[in-house]
Structure formats: structure tokens, C-alpha cells
């Protein structure tokens, strides 16, 4: 299991992706959006999403868990 993480705190602008998808190492899979920039959240690693830990208008702070992936 591979959990991303948010790197900062922010607005979940868009949800790219959907439970069960297969994505690739730099396929984006939320984009966040903090101080009106949006910042795209990328897979670090090829998997499949196992789980979406949140939704659209959420706010996250540093090191909350966006996206679990697994293999």
C-alpha cells in the first residue's frame, strides 16, 4: 500500500480519479487548490487506487492522507 499525502495545506479543488483505477507513476490524481494556485497531486507509483480518503471542497493539511494506492 502507497499512501499520498498532502504537501501543504489546501482546498481538494478536483478529483481526477476513481476507486479501482489503474494509474502509472505521474498520473495525476487530485489537484489541489491553495492561495488560487492549483497544485496537481501525482502518483509516486504504478497501482491501482485502493482508496480516496476525500472529497470535492475539502480542506487538508500537511500529511493528511489524500489517495491510497496498492499494487
Same mark, same amino acid.
Given at each position: ?15 481526477? @480519479?476513481?476507486?479501482?483505477?489503474? /494509474?502509472? !507513476? %505521474?498520473? *495525476? ?18 497501482? @491501482?487506487?485502493?482508496?480516496?480518503? /476525500?472529497? !470535492? %471542497?475539502? *480542506? ?12
Amino acid at each position: 500500500m502507497n499512501e499520498i499525502v498532502a504537501d501543504c495545506a489546501a482546498a481538494v479543488w478536483k478529483i481526477v @480519479v476513481t476507486t479501482g483505477d489503474q /494509474v502509472s !507513476e %505521474g498520473d *495525476v490524481l487530485l489537484v489541489l487548490e491553495s492561495m488560487k494556485m492549483e497544485i496537481p497531486v501525482e502518483a509516486e507509483d504504478d497501482g @491501482v487506487v485502493a482508496k480516496i480518503h /476525500v472529497a !470535492e %471542497g475539502a *480542506v487538508v493539511s500537511d500529511g493528511d492522507v489524500l489517495v491510497t494506492l496498492e499494487d
